[in-house]
């Protein structure tokens, strides 16, 4: 049974910094992709970063292209997602996924399991 855990959500004023951990388990994750997604009220849940568990090589959407980096932990079956200089529209629930197939997809319909996601508020 995959499970995945999101924490490092949080009220942040615009500008800052947050990261966000992905603790993943139940599974042997070295052919996986990866990835975050996020959802703000009313909104579809949207594509930001993705890696590769065994390359380590990585996507971004272009709105996030710059400012947040995603990275992994083999020894701890972590993902992370580092966020700068935070805008008010960033304001989401962020969402960890896991996708079995590898292909780091930018579309939330190839990721086989999901966490239970961790809100990012930012502040202007």
């Known amino acids: 049974q995959v499970q995945l855990v999101e924490s490092g959500g949080g009220l942040v004023q615009a500008g800052g910094s947050l990261r966000l951990s992905c603790a993943a388990s139940?599974?042997?994750?070295?052919?996986?992709?990866m990835g975050w997604f996020r959802q703000a009220p009313g909104k579809e849940r949207q594509f930001v970063a993705t890696?590769?568990?065994?390359?380590?090589?990585?996507r971004y959407a272009d709105s996030v292209q710059g400012r947040f980096t995603i990275s992994r932990d083999i020894a701890k079956n972590t993902v992370y997602l580092q966020m700068n200089s935070l805008k008010p529209e960033d304001t989401a629930v962020y969402y960890c996924?896991?996708?079995?197939?590898?292909?780091?997809?930018?579309?939330?319909?190839?990721?086989?399991?999901w966490g239970q996601g961790t809100q990012v508020t930012v502040s202007s």
């Open positions: 996924a896991a996708d079995d197939s590898g292909l780091r997809s930018r579309s939330r319909y190839e990721y086989d399991y």
């Open positions: 139940g599974r042997t994750f070295s052919t996986y992709a």
């Open positions: 890696i590769s568990w065994s390359s380590g090589s990585t």
